[in-house]
């Protein structure tokens, strides 16, 4: 059984469990280590469980929470090389460089990084495998690539990300410089732009549809989801959406018959 849940989603702070049997990893940890602490009791978990951390790129919404928690519980922490190089992640007690060419494995998951473009030194998403079934992390990215659009084909579920409405963000408060940042190639992906990859992902196979790093300033529930609507039609149970104070709860795919050990 593959499972996931977020400790919370957004630009304050992004953290998501990946796990199969007792292998439990973290994607990113933007909280500090009481609020960790605090967010994955609320999903039944604490930071000794911890596999390892995986870190999608130097951002402090992703890394700032990183190193004190490796630290603190002893957790092996994943990344590429330029994100090792950007300093920020410095205190790590154990530090794994991968190259996203290839894939590995961290217990019962597999792990695929993916090279996204992001206004980072390294940056990378990941989809994870297990027993035939594939979860896919896809926030921080400010253009959709044929690259990404290969390796994100057919998960079985996906966190997406619907950071800004593109009309919000142009009639908001932020710097014009700000705003091209984040409008930008390699800034982050606005709601039609989700939309659209979506589309071109397909969603046949898609049990779970979260959609995260929803702007506070610049985004809202409504614009992201009639965004989404557009091309997925009426939402069902299977959308759900991500929340900057809470994340989501645990989702859950069955494993494929006959394929991987059974786990508990
Ligand atoms: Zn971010
Ligand atoms: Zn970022």
Known sequence: MLRFASLGSGSKGNATVVAAGDTVVLIDCGFSLRETRRRLALLGLQPEQLTAILVTHEHSDHSAGVSRLARQCNIPVYLTQGTWNSGRLEGCPEVVCFNCEHRFQIGHLEVEAVAVPHDAREPCQFRLHHAGRSVGVLTDLGSVTSHVVER?????????????DLEMLHSGSYPAA???????????????????????????????????????????????????????????????????????????????????????
């Open 178 to 264: 700000l705003k091209r940042r984040v409008a930008g190639d390699w800034g982050h992906l606005n709601n039609q732009q989700a939309a659209a990859l979506l589309q071109q992902l397909g969603m046949e196979k898609l049990q779970h549809l979260v959609v995260a790093h929803i702007s506070e300033n610049n985004n809202c529930l409504q614009r992201a989801a009639s965004a989404l609507a557009a091309v997925y039609g009426p939402l069902d149970e299977r959308v759900v959406f991500a929340a900057q104070d809470r994340g989501f709860d645990w989702l859950r795919l069955a494993a494929v018959a006959g394929q991987g050990q059974p786990l508990q």
């Open 152 to 164: 994100f084909r057919g998960c079985d579920a996906l966190v997406l990300e619907f950071n800004h």
